[in-house]
């Protein structure tokens, strides 16, 4: 049996379970969740979010671009580009990041104080947009993805995913794990917790929407 919801679009989500919200798109052989956006999600658990493209053969989240993610873990974000064989964040810009780790931001180099890339560590990335990936701390006033650990995005649009915290103020997507969407329209999925005055989705978990509609 296949569990599925499928709302504000057309598509296909096949033997799996997932959410396919607000975009056209197929949804293949494992979990997760596509939103405002055209793409695949195949062979994996993932988030595609904003944009367009092929999330295949591993976990990660693809967003605000076109672009294509395969056969490892990693974040591509704002920006078109190629992340294969390895794990790393392909963020706003253009290239290939191939058979390694790494970080590959705004051309080449590193970044601080301002639009960047805190990764693997524990800190504060606050007053503008970047990526905070596999540690605690918090982003604030800015748009951005904070992933695999447990933390606060605040007063901004972003992914949170894998790991528990609060998502406030602002659009967004909390997946697998415990925490509150507030003041916005966004899909909780996978976990429990509240999402309260905003339109979305919550689903698989134990949870209160007030004041918003659900679609089930």
Known sequence: ????????????????????????????????????????????????????????????????????????????????????EGRGILAEGRGILAEGRGILAEGRGILAEGRGILAEGRGILAEGRGILAEGRGILAEGRGILAEGGGILAEGGGILAEGRGILAEGRGILAEGRGILAEGGGILAEGRGILAEGRGILAEGRGILVEGQETL
């Open 1 to 84: 049996m296949i569990n599925r919801i499928l709302a504000e679009g057309r598509g296909i989500l096949a033997e799996g379970r997932g959410i396919l919200a607000e975009g056209r798109g197929i949804l293949a052989e494992g979990r997760g969740i596509l939103a405002e956006g055209r793409g695949i999600l195949a062979e994996g658990r993932g988030i595609l979010a904003e944009g367009r493209g092929i999330l295949a053969e591993g976990r990660g989240i693809l967003a605000e671009g076109r672009g294509i993610l395969a056969e490892g873990r990693g974040i591509l974000a704002e920006g078109r580009g190629i992340l294969a």
